[in-house]
């Protein structure tokens, strides 16, 4: 199995809100208070729906969505930068990204929630097949706020890794 065929998408299966900001001044557009606020609670939605199997949200998980509204509000450059990542994220070309580490001599770890399903067409397990030479470490039950949620559980796998 191919890095292309594992991590490419189709136009298709973007995401509606990466196809969004695909259009002309979208950025510009939904940079405006009345466009950033709605962001900021579609982002904090998302955060929380993350743990919806759970049935409870844990408690950074809502501070976090706190300092994330504020951002959004008070910081315009900050809503700005969200959404030039989702206008320039590759969606359908992860692939070239993820190959050329596997050319690299520098060690590279992935720490990976195994619940993280925020990046499209991508897991662990996919990672782990395409990139024999890279440690990738699992986070049994993780999401993609694995900092937040599991803080010991990464400081601790990098406590071998990094110089």
């Not at 520098?106 to 619940?115: A, D, E, K, L, M």
């Not at 993780?142 to 406590?159: C, D, K, N, W």
Request: with cysteine; hydrophobic share 40%.
């Amino acid at each position: 199995m191919s890095v292309c065929s594992l991590m490419h998408m189709k136009s298709s299966e973007i995401p509606l809100v990466g196809r969004l900001f695909q259009l002309p001044y979208s950025v510009e557009l939904f940079s405006y208070q009345g466009f950033r606020s709605f962001f900021s609670r579609k982002n904090i939605e998302s955060m929380r729906a993350e743990f919806a199997e759970e049935g409870k949200v844990p408690e950074c998980i809502d501070q976090a969505g706190e300092i994330l509204a504020l951002q959004f509000q008070h910081h315009p450059g900050y809503a700005r930068g969200v959404m030039s990542t989702l206008k320039h994220f590759p969606f359908t070309a992860l692939a070239p990204t993820y190959g050329a580490l596997q050319e690299e001599k520098f060690p590279v770890q992935v720490i990976w929630g195994t619940r993280d399903t925020v990046v499209p067409g991508t897991s662990v397990d996919a990672v782990e097949r395409v990139l024999p030479r890279i440690k990738v470490t699992k986070i049994e039950g993780a999401t993609h706020s694995i900092v937040m949620t599991h803080p010991e559980a990464i400081v601790q796998r990098l406590g071998g890794f990094v110089v």
